[in-house]
């Protein structure tokens, strides 16, 4: 049974310099990267520097599952048509982006890799003064299932892309 660790919002792992620790330690652990958290928690400076994406490239280097959710710097989770959020936005497709070969280099010629629109409640999401979302979760998770699956596509097309996808 393979295990991995997901990178979680008040756990241990959420601490990005502890996961980062933790794979010096034992550089086989599998993770399941939620990088929202690590976004969000650090509240990285934006533009993001190339010393914290290599950081999020290490975590994403032993990522065996992506859990797609995109922060900012302020917030854990964010809209995805909100025009001010395009950046992140962008920020987080090219980490994906970075994800899929990363993991192909890896994973058997059967493998899987997960991708898991993961779009919390209220608390996570932004809302209004009445408490009420300010977007639709399964629009944007729906959103997010049609960009990582373009982006899978992409990849799949781009020379030297091996075997691993369909």
């Known amino acids: 049974m393979a295990v991995h660790v997901e990178t979680h919002g008040d756990r241990m792992t959420t601490d990005l310099f502890f996961i980062l620790q933790l794979l010096d330690r ?4 599998r993770l399941t990267a939620d990088l929202s958290h690590f976004f969000g ?24 599952g992506v859990l797609g959710r995109i922060a900012s710097r302020e917030q854990v989770q ?42 919390g409640p209220p608390s996570y999401a932004i809302t209004g003064s009445d408490g009420r979302e300010l977007f639709d979760r399964w629009r944007e998770a729906l959103v997010m299932k049609d960009m990582i699956r373009a982006l899978w596509n992409q990849i799949a097309d781009e020379p030297g892309s091996g075997p691993n996808v369909s």
Not at 26 to 29: E, R
Not at 42 to 57: K, M, S, T
Not at 79 to 89: D, V
């Open 26 to 29: 034992f550089p086989d652990l």
């Open 78 to 119: 964010i809209s995805l048509g909100f025009p001010r959020h395009q950046g992140w936005m962008e920020l987080f497709t090219s980490s994906w982006a970075y994800s899929i070969p990363s993991w192909r280099r890896r994973a058997g010629p059967d493998a899987i890799l997960t991708f898991l629109c993961k779009l």
């Open 41 to 64: 928690g650090r509240e990285f400076a934006w533009p993001v520097d190339d010393v914290n994406h290599a950081l999020i490239h290490r975590i994403l280097d032993n990522a065996w």
